[in-house]
């Protein structure tokens, strides 16, 4: 074969890499992209537009009792060098959890057994279960070739080592010839077929070749995107929306504003440590004070929406507690903000900004980091509306290294904060929100350093509750939806889009609103599994 | 045989014309060497430049220069080129810093002469036997200048400078900066050079009048652009006719000669500005003898064979 | 010579020394730890940072006592070891290096010294024709002045996105594999030449101003003056004034290094293009002390030997280095 | 050497600074260059009075070409590129003349002493020069940037300044040591004047007009080291600089989408600056340089 | 008065002066008050080394030189400052004894301010004004350049700074080689005057017969060596080193043309400098260099 990728049967991709390819661990961060979808499948999948988990390796997955769950592994599924995956292997797989360095190893801690028999791997918990993490592990953990991992399988090279060329089940294997670290991975389809299709469960994928892209910037990722050199562009582009609607020949997911789907809320972080942002009335005059829909109007171009005031994404839709929400939660409405700060014992100084009750004057720093101007735009919208109540916030652009130190050590006033993404769970979100204890640095969860036991014993109570048991996951969240309005922890502001822009060009049969496509069209990691994997399979030539 | 007749040369400055050469003429019989004295700054280097190649701020305006009965060209550089080297050649003051220090001066010779239409190796023996006679071995061709001292590359300028028996070689200050023991050797060099005929005849340029009255057979005095007196050496040294050439002889100490015993006169004040020299006789301010008839200036005549002096008063004191 | 040399030697030495002293001392002293950034990068449990952590800090010597570390450094160093990258962590930094060296050097040499070579005999011309040098001139002036990335960006503009006629990222098209056909060959070329243009015509313009100072210089020095009073032509008179004027512009050359690689840097941003300035800047924006530093040192390096190699050369053309320090000559 | 030292007493009549003046105001070079400078100097001075935004808030509409209500247009974002222009001339300005004058400062102190003292403080010296000469400077620059946090016009100006000098305290030290051998520092030192008496007293005022010319090419070698710096992101992080626009310009795809009033107002900046510097050098150079005066 | 007893002189030369080379060896000599001494020697031969150490202006290597009995090298701040206001010196080119950017004056000026500034200023003016006076210049020579002067004018100014200070010692370093023939005499006669007056002088030089005009005693230095040394008359009248002898022979004289031989005679000055030998008294006030 010639040394190119023929165009009509590549899929290039781009968006989710920055910055060379550090090999295919997917453990570590900067994996190879695509390697956990398409190379190293899950046992399950997850569609957060229906809210539905999908069986994918596993046929099946049930609670025996409340602390044995046992699954039910598919058979005829090979790993690319021929073996049959079996349920020895998923046992391996989860046994990783006992290494303190996997993410789910607090979720492993808990487990008393793991058991292979046959077809079945039988997974026994002391004491009761956290379902939701265990739920949402099912289809976040990549299936791993034993043989190929074994001597790597410790504290620190699980995190570190990586094999030449990953061994899969999945509908592509690693394309040698292709791979730059410096600029792509290249995955081709598995020459033996794909177990999925064969199974008829799935589409065969027709891209012969995907691409996945290093991103270098955004220009190239735009220059790409318009020249038709990419079919699948999962970068913020400032100024997207003046492109979707300037005749590109662009694809986005809605015909119309916001054009994106939701991925993640963006937060007003607040530092509860310092006064006067430990002040729940304070922080709620903020939020009362700052005009999300101008934010999401003006910086950016309607691209965005607002956030609801539980900061719960469009897809928890039906957890949020609509009458709580009118009780307790905010809109914009400046009048109101200085209402709560005058009910606080906030007084107006001779500068006309607001002082501590104590008399102190109040000056807040607002960061993000330099460069990203979206939100820079956004926190002097936000430190202009404040100022229209009376509130003396300063925007500050550090460098993201010292943004994310400062996040991370409490040495901040105001930031905005997007790190936590949408999943099958609210329970993500509210760990992300009330994690206890807090450390000395808070690398994950709770940047806000908010302490509210009351909340995080509900978020645990959460966690313990079976995922099929919506009916109290409702009651449980609503009773953290009240409490987190009344104390807003972090101010819920927009929610971020799962920015997707695709060219039509070379493929066609791009997941879009109102079609039986409703996937979501992102190749980010993690989000392969969440439909990402459909959108590929559903693709077709554009020239037939 | 060399003649200039009334040669002007002008140095173009922001100020003006620096009237470096204002109307001189004078001629060189073959086989003579002619010193050239003055103070400094009076002309001689413009006039020894003049002769071979003007610089870019160095203006003809006058006069003319015949050299063995053809006229030089010396308003025009292309023209002129085929003279120099070897009918005109010239040993600079600087022969120190005068080879292309990133030659070997072997190569540098021969590319000289092949860029001259002559062949390089056809001289290659007459050059090292005139090396030899001034005592420097054939090596030296094949070093770089660096490597040789300075009077080591003194003579070899010498040398190449004379390579083509030039009908007239202009020596400029080659004596100045060297003491005692190198001078001699130098004006050596230069008369042996003479006598075997590699030169016909030269013009010595220095402000040194006892070196030029050993070798020199006539001197010529300049004074602030113009000619003073020019007569045989001897003639100049013993019975000079123009009062500036007495005075300056007047204040060389000889050897012998202590100031306790005999205090020797100076020349006071300084020559006129050549920007706007002065009507008629410029040395007239610092002359003892000056006079009424001064303010016209006075010709440069013959008042004995070969004598030639610039001075209303320099008949009655020939004779006197 | 042989003094010359080893002076000079000494001095890269030191320099090497300095540099690499610097390059130690510089994230040890600095607030913050550079383990923290690679430890928050992967998402992590709280009670697994610290086991993490100090596998790093062992990983990365950084728990030993600090002149031991500095010991370390200088051996890993001696045995072409420049640690692992933080953002590809286990990649080791040599690794990065070697992948992003040949785009860099690619554009390097080339652009340095076909500047070097064009900008003089420019200069050679336009000290000879007026009209030449009113035109080389103030575009040498310009040139010289124009940031590099500056004119990167607006060959990019015109060329590359408005005209479309060259590409604007990427070290070779994405669609081909890596493999020495024809067309990958010209592929590569492709992607090559507006990077290389900008970082040669920038350079262009200092030598050619350069050896045009020189070359008048030149002709009005002494040995000019005294070729041209033996009626030599102007062709040799020039030639010599166009080999000396070349020796200070092969120091230049030396000196320019350090500029025209940081120039280098920055063009391959403009156009990203996968070389060492590519590197440094994913690892500036990821925290990447080693990478930072590797390629620090590799530059140093890299200019270091340039430098010896440029003495070295003239040594062999300026024979009045090589004889005025043999001791007193003459 | 030789006795020709009686030096051209021609232009004589005039004063020597008349002189250096008359010369000035008729080298076009020197003109032409000042002039540029001056208009950018002035820009730099009084465009952030005349700049009717803040140059980082966003409130004009996104994407605008120019235009009479904004100048240069506005970025992707809805700031006003003129008030970046202005503010960012302002932070080249700034940057370039600390940074020019910390090098000239070192590099004047290193080269008057090592060039006066000689022997072993020379050699110190001098080895301290060519070991930061041969440093690739703009790599040690990244290196210290990429681990300062919080990077301000100030910090930048004064490392580039701590980078930059070797050059000049090497011609400057040639400079000084011909003068030293001078008889003039001997009878200076016969006078009993001191070791600093006689640096800044008798041979720093002979070269004043080569302190001048050296600044100068410092100043511009600032402007563009602080603009490449900015470029790669190692820039103040607090305020706007013109290599910062471009960076901005660049990253947020100005190029591609068409925008050049982004992009290309810096740069030409910096190049009419740095350009306008070079050029008033030489053109100094001819002036100070009797042998360099055009007729 | 000023005595140079047993001084040699290294230089270091080389990289990082390895290498020493010596340029002066054990020269050895004295001044007296009111005496002129001229220094004599090719080009090299140390001349100006040995006056650049009496002015402290290049250290001594070995050896130790004298005033009034003060060993000079220790001097250090004011008494250098003293020393200064008893001994001067004149260098070779005037030009480049005055900083060409500053008008002449300004050097009496600095004089003032670091010698005398406890001078009111009508005394300062009165001696200032005489010290031109001696030397033939008015005070209006101080408001010009530099390059407005001539060089006989500059040294002239010169001296005229060494007499302000009332010095007793000059050291005058080939203080007329740069200078016209018709203005040279000019300052030799100056020089000479102020002899007369009990200056001390020392009179560096490569020209026999300007030392010849005004000395008092000759030294003839041989590459820092000195091979003979005594009083004028003597040393010239009955040159006993075969050195001084072809320096004199190489003398160009006005009125006695050298023969065709002499001319001719491109042969070396023959190398005699070695070191070693000693001084030994030829006659009354004759030293010469004899060797083993
Ligand atoms: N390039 C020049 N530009 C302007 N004037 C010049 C130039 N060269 C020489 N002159 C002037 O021309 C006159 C004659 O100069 P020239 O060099 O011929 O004198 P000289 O007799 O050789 O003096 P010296 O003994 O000092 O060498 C002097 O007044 C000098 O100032
Ligand atoms: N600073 C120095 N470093 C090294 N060598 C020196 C230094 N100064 C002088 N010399 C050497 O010392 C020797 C004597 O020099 P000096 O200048 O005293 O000679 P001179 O007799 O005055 O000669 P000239 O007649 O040329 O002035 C020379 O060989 C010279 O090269
Ligand atoms: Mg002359
Ligand atoms: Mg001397």
Redesign the pocket.
Known sequence: QSGEYPRNETLYMSGAQWGNIVGFNPYFGNFANGLIGLVNETLFRYDPIADKYIDWLAEKGEWDSPTVFKLTIRSGIKWSDGDDFTADDVKWNIDLGKLPTIWWTDLYKSIKSVEAAGNTVTVTFEGTPNYQAWQNALWNIPMMKPSQWKDHANETEITSWTPDEPIGTGPYVFDKAGYDPTTRVVWTKTPDGWWASKAGISPDPKPKYIIDLVNSSNNVALGLLLSGKQDLNNNFLPGVATLISGGYGLHTYYDKPPYMLPAVTSWLLPNTKKAPLDDAAFRRALAFSINTDQIAKVDYGNVVLPASPTGLLPVWDKYIDKEAVKQHGFSYDPKKAAEILDEAGYKKGPDGFYQTPKGEPIDLKIEVPSGWSDWMQAVQMISADAKAVGIKITPKYPDFNTYQSQRNTGNFDLMIENSQPLSDTPYTYYRYLYQLPILSSQTNYNFARFEDKEAWDLTVQLAKTPRTDIEKMKEITAKLQVSFMDQLPMIPLWYNGAWAQMSTTTWKNWPADGTDRQFIPISWRGWLQMTGLDTITHLEPAGE | MLAVSDLKIHYRTLAGAVKALDGVSFSVADGEIMGLAGESGCGKSTLGKALIRLEERMQYVGGQVVLDDKVLPIADDRAMNPYRFSEVSIVPQYAMSALNPTRRIGRMIDELLDARGLKGSTLRPELERRLAILGLTPDVLGMYPIELSGGMKQRVVMVLSTLLDPSLLIADEVTSAL?VASQKKVAGALVEFRDRGYVKSMIVVTHDLAILAQVADSIMIMYAGKLAEKAPTRTIVEAPAHPYTRLLLGSLPEVGIRFEEQRLPGIKGRPPSLLSPPTGCRFRDRCPLAFGKCVEEPPFIEIAPGHQVACWKADAHAQG | MLRYLARKLFIYLLTFIVAVTIDWAIPRFMPGNPVDALVSRIALMPDANAALTSYFMAAFNLDQPLWQQYLNFWWALLNGDLGRSIMLFPTPVTTLIGRALPYTLGLLLPSILLSWYVGNVVGALAARRKLLDNTVLPLGYLLTATPYMWLGILLAWVLGSSLGWFPLAFGYDQSLKAEWTWKFISSLLYHWILPFASLFLVALGGWAIGMRNMIIYELESDYANYLMALGAPQRLVRKYAFRNAMLPQITGLALQLGAVVGGALVTEIVFSYPGLGWLVLSGIQNQDYFVIQGVFLFIIVGVLLANLIVDVVYVIVDPRTRVGLQGDAA | MTSTSSSPAAPAAKSGRNEILYFAFRNTKLVIGAVVFLIFLLGAIFGPMLATHEPLTFDAPPGLPPSADYWFGTTLFGQDVFSQFVHGLRSSFIVGALGGITAAVIGMLVGFFAGYRGGIVDEVLNMLTNVVLVIPTFAVLLVVAAYLSVRGLGTEAMFIGLTSWPWAARAIRAQTFSLTSRDFVGMARLNGESTFRIIFGEIAPNMSSYLVMTFILLFGGAILTAATLDFIGLGPTDSISLGLMMNFSVMNAALQLGMWWWFVPPGLAITAIVGSLYVMNVGLDEVFNPKLRAL | MLKVENVSKL?R?GAFGGKK?R?IHDVDFEVKPGEVVSLI??????????GRMILRLTSVSEGRITFDGEDISTLKGASLKSYYRRVQGVFQDPFSSFNPIFKVGRVFRTIRREFLSDLDAATWETRLTDALNAVGLETAALDKFPHQMSGGQLQRLLIARALVLDIRLLVAD?IISMLDASTRIDVLNLLGDLKRQGLSIIF?T?DLALGNYISDRIII?QK?VIVEMGATDRVFGDPQHPYTRSLLDAVPHLHERWSEEELKDLGLVADTARSGGHLIEHRENHLVRVYS
């Open positions: 003491d | 230089f030369s080379k340029v020697g090719e080009s090299g031969s140390g001349k100006t080394t040995v080939e560096v490569h230095l820092g």
